[in-house]
């Protein structure tokens, strides 16, 4: 065992979903190590993401919220890893930080919540999302529907539909097999709604320089999924890509090369702009040169979206 003076110190946000994936992180390490149960801490850090409920993401600081607490407590050394869903970690991340694991990738779709499919919605429906990206799909597919603005964890999101707040939502199929909650809403296929890049992945970040704990790590890491998502974080960057933009990308593997498609759609659903591409495992220069082109492809109006 690695650590033998101390438990390892697994960072995380106190949300259920996070907490779902600390635990699973947890068992992973404790399996492939041998590990016996009490070697790994679990500590729950507050994030100013999860405190502010009333505002978008993109309004009051972007993802940043969601890392910076757990960084925070990385680098003063009271935790030894931080435990991510890939899909809240900023696409450009100080070097002092590593993401050394990504767990294997989960269901990458979206499932539409509130509704059998989107032509069972009745007219001029009111859909709950904040998500840029979930929103302009709804709308292209839905050009009647309005989007409100729909924060809190997966369970606030579940209470306000019930209590009929919204027609329907959007989740991630992720996140609500994570809670065991499977059963809820239905899969949308990923040629309907492409999902966010990163979707469905659990990212595992350290400091750069911790060797023992990045070694430890290695031995949970799935090189599919990191391959997959580290391209589809290529298209972001190519993008200059925030959580003000509506923008989905999914690398699948295919041996060894990815099939990657991405586009950018303008909020009100009307332009869609899309490419794909087969690149080599690896090649990050070509996924952002694929997410380059996504932004000369745009119209003026959807290109200023991408400018900071
Ligand atoms: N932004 C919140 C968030 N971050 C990751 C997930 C789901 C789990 C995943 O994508 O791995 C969710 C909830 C959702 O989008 O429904």
Same mark, same amino acid.
């Given at each position: 065992m690695l650590f033998t003076d101390r438990p390892l110190r697994l960072g995380t946000r106190g949300s259920p979903l996070a907490l779902a994936? =600390?635990?699973?992180t %947890?068992? %992973?390490l404790i399996a492939a190590h041998g590990w016996s149960a009490d070697a790994i801490e679990i500590i729950t850090v507050q994030t100013s993401g999860d405190r502010i409920q009333d505002r978008a993401l993109a309004d009051i600081g972007g993802k940043a919220l969601w890392t910076k607490e757990l960084d925070r407590a990385l680098v003063a050394g009271e935790t030894d890893l931080s435990v991510h869903s890939m899909k809240d970690v900023e696409t450009l991340r100080p070097d002092i930080f590593h993401i050394a694991a990504m767990l294997p990738r989960a269901?990458?779709?979206?499932?539409?919540?509130? %509704?059998a499919d989107f032509d069972a919605l009745p007219a001029n429906p009111l859909v709950g999302t904040s998500s840029p990206r979930r929103g302009a799909q709804v709308k292209r597919l839905r050009p009647d529907a309005t989007i409100t603005l729909f924060r809190g964890n997966v369970a606030t999101r579940l209470a306000k539909l019930a209590a009929g707040e919204v027609h329907a939502t959007l989740l991630a199929a992720a996140g609500l097999d994570r809670l065991e909650q499977s059963d809820v809403g239905t899969l949308v296929p990923v040629d309907t709604m492409l999902p966010a890049p990163?979707?469905? =992945?659990v990212g595992i970040e350290t400091l750069a320089d911790n060797q023992p704990v990045i070694a430890a790590l290695s031995a949970i890491s799935d090189a599919d999924?990191?391959? %997959?998502?580290?391209?589809?974080? =290529?298209?972001l960057r190519g993008l200059g890509g925030t959580c003000h933009s509506p923008i989905a990308a999914l690398a699948l593997v295919e041996g060894d090369r990815l099939?990657?498609? =991405?586009? !950018? !759609?303008?909020p009100d659903g009307q332009e869609?702009?899309?490419e794909e591409a087969r690149l080599a495992r690896g090649d990050l220069a070509a996924g952002e040169a694929l997410g380059e082109r996504l932004l000369r492809g745009a119209s003026?109006?959807?290109?200023?979206l991408f400018e900071a």
């Amino acid at each position: 065992m690695l650590f033998t003076d101390r438990p390892l110190r697994l960072g995380t946000r106190g949300s259920p979903l996070a907490l779902a994936q =600390a635990r699973m992180t %947890a068992q %992973a390490l404790i399996a492939a190590h041998g590990w016996s149960a009490d070697a790994i801490e679990i500590i729950t850090v507050q994030t100013s993401g999860d405190r502010i409920q009333d505002r978008a993401l993109a309004d009051i600081g972007g993802k940043a919220l969601w890392t910076k607490e757990l960084d925070r407590a990385l680098v003063a050394g009271e935790t030894d890893l931080s435990v991510h869903s890939m899909k809240d970690v900023e696409t450009l991340r100080p070097d002092i930080f590593h993401i050394a694991a990504m767990l294997p990738r989960a269901d990458v779709r979206d499932k539409l919540v509130g %509704a059998a499919d989107f032509d069972a919605l009745p007219a001029n429906p009111l859909v709950g999302t904040s998500s840029p990206r979930r929103g302009a799909q709804v709308k292209r597919l839905r050009p009647d529907a309005t989007i409100t603005l729909f924060r809190g964890n997966v369970a606030t999101r579940l209470a306000k539909l019930a209590a009929g707040e919204v027609h329907a939502t959007l989740l991630a199929a992720a996140g609500l097999d994570r809670l065991e909650q499977s059963d809820v809403g239905t899969l949308v296929p990923v040629d309907t709604m492409l999902p966010a890049p990163s979707q469905g =992945a659990v990212g595992i970040e350290t400091l750069a320089d911790n060797q023992p704990v990045i070694a430890a790590l290695s031995a949970i890491s799935d090189a599919d999924t990191s391959d %997959a998502v580290m391209m589809e974080r =290529a298209v972001l960057r190519g993008l200059g890509g925030t959580c003000h933009s509506p923008i989905a990308a999914l690398a699948l593997v295919e041996g060894d090369r990815l099939f990657l498609r =991405a586009e !950018i !759609i303008s909020p009100d659903g009307q332009e869609t702009v899309r490419e794909e591409a087969r690149l080599a495992r690896g090649d990050l220069a070509a996924g952002e040169a694929l997410g380059e082109r996504l932004l000369r492809g745009a119209s003026p109006a959807l290109r200023a979206l991408f400018e900071a």
